[in-house]
């Protein structure tokens, strides 16, 4: 079965507009407008599809539902996609954070996969840690200092 690309790019966008006379300008310009719509629209969707995903996955692995079609760990299940390992456990803790409310649904519809991670790092890093505080005494130094010359 052979697939012809041309004929399916066009089909989903549409065939190419010269842009010659000021009538061709017009209907450039509308199919600009058209294209620019359909790319909002389609990114609206990816972000949605991206919640979406987090939360299905966080909820299989949470739950074990994988052990349903016979699965006795959650990677034996992930195989069966065409996702990277990395890539499904990114999708996970993004999950449990929306659960927890810790992050909107709203920062990772408009934020990237990886800054939303970076962000969940920041965030169990200063909860985590607390800051270090170190203290010199000058007067026991100087007093040691003082003995040696002596």
Excluded: W
């Amino acid at each position: 079965m052979k697939i012809d690309i041309l004929n399916t790019i066009k089909s989903r966008v549409g065939n190419s507009i010269q842009v010659g006379a000021s009538s061709d300008k017009e209907r450039a310009k509308l199919r600009y407008r058209q294209l620019k719509e359909e790319i909002r629209a389609r990114t609206l969707n990816e972000a949605i599809n991206k919640v979406e995903l987090a939360k299905a996955l966080y909820e299989i692995k949470k739950n074990k539902l994988y052990r349903f079609d016979g699965y006795d760990n959650f990677y034996g299940f992930c195989l069966n996609y065409k996702f990277s390992r990395t890539m499904i456990y990114r999708y996970i803790k993004i999950g449990a954070y929306l659960e927890k409310d810790s992050i909107s649904e709203q920062d990772v519809i408009h934020s990237s996969l990886n800054k939303i991670i970076n962000d969940i790092r920041v965030k169990d890093s200063d909860s985590k840690y607390k800051p270090v505080i170190i203290r010199f005494n000058l007067e026991d130094k100087e007093k040691t200092v003082g003995s040696h010359k002596n």
